[in-house]
C-alpha cells in the first residue's frame, strides 16, 4: 500500500512516501513565509524519487494539529483536494503523537513541545513499554511551559521547536533529567505520518472528508475574539 504523508504543523513541511511500513522518499523544507508556496513542489519532487504518481498512491495521512493554524489548514485543504479529486481514502494523524514516533532509543518519558505563542506550549507525554510500544500519558495540552514542567517527574527527553525557546528553562527545571533534541535535526517527518496513516488503513479506519478538522486545542484568535 503506497501512502502519502504530509506535515505542516510547524515551520518546517515534510513530505514522505512509504510503501506499507517502509519509507520510499522524503524531503523537508523551512517555510520562509507560506507553507503553500513549497507544498506542492515538495510533494512534486518527493513522488518523483519515489518513482510514484499521485494517482497510484492508496492512501493519504495528514497532521492535523496542534500547530500552526495556517499550516495545519494548507495541509489538510491539499489532501481533501486530492482525496476529492481521485478518491484516496484520508488519515488524520495526531501532531504530537507522529512527533514523538520520531523517537527510537530512549526509555524515558518523551515530551513533544511546540511552541504555541503567547508564551504557551503545544506538549503531551509519552512512554515506550518493553514492546517498544509507544502509549501517550496525556492528552494533547496547551499550557504555560513552567505548568508542563512541573509534570515532569523522571527522566524526560524533550523535541519540538519549543525546545529552542524554552531550552534553558527545561534545563534549570529539570537538570540532568532531561536530554533535548535539536529542532534541526528532529523536526516532524512525512514518512512517520505516512506510516501512522498506513497503520489505521490497515485495520480499516479512516476520516470523513467532510468532517476532519485539525486539533488547534486552542481556539483560534478569531474566535477568541468574537466570543469576547
Known amino acids: 500500500m503506497l501512502v502519502l504523508g504530509l506535515d505542516t504543523a510547524t515551520w518546517v513541511a515534510s513530505v514522505g512516501v512509504t510503501r506499507d511500513e ?14 503553500t508556496e513549497i507544498l506542492f513542489p ?7 524519487r519515489a518513482e510514484v504518481s499521485l494517482a497510484e498512491v492508496n492512501g493519504l495521512g495528514v497532521s492535523i494539529g496542534p500547530g500552526s493554524f495556517t499550516g495545519l489548514r494548507v495541509a489538510l485543504g491539499t489532501v481533501k483536494g486530492f482525496a476529492y479529486a ?3 481514502k484520508i488519515v488524520g494523524v495526531p501532531t504530537l503523537d507522529a512527533l514523538a514516533r520520531t523517537v527510537t532509543a530512549w526509555d524515558g518519558l518523551i515530551c513533544p513541545i511546540l511552541d504555541a505563542r503567547k508564551r504557551e506550549v503545544y506538549a503531551a507525554l509519552f512512554r515506550r513499554d518493553q514492546q517498544g510500544i509507544l502509549h501517550k500519558l496525556t492528552p494533547d495540552l496547551v499550557l504555560a511551559p513552567q505548568a508542563l514542567l512541573e509534570r515532569i517527574t523522571a527522566p524526560c527527553l524533550f523535541l519540538g521547536d519549543g525546545v529552542e525557546p524554552y531550552g534553558e528553562l527545561i534545563q534549570e527545571r529539570c537538570g540532568s533529567t532531561a536530554r533535548l533534541l535539536p529542532f534541526a535535526t528532529h523536526h516532524p517527518r512525512g514518512v512517520v505520518v505516512a506510516r501512522m496513516a498506513w497503520e489505521r488503513l490497515c485495520r480499516g479506519e479512516a476520516d470523513d472528508l467532510t468532517t476532519l478538522v485539525p486539533c488547534y486545542v ?11
Not at 22 to 35: G, K, Q, T
Not at 42 to 48: E, N, P, S, W, Y
Open 42 to 48: 515538495l510533494i512534486a519532487r518527493v513522488l518523483a
Open 22 to 35: 517502509e519509507p520510499l522518499a522524503e524531503e523537508s523544507c523551512r517555510a520562509v513565509s507560506s507553507h
Open 86 to 88: 481521485l478518491g484516496h
Open 218 to 228: 486552542r481556539s483560534p484568535e478569531a474566535e477568541l475574539k468574537r466570543r469576547e
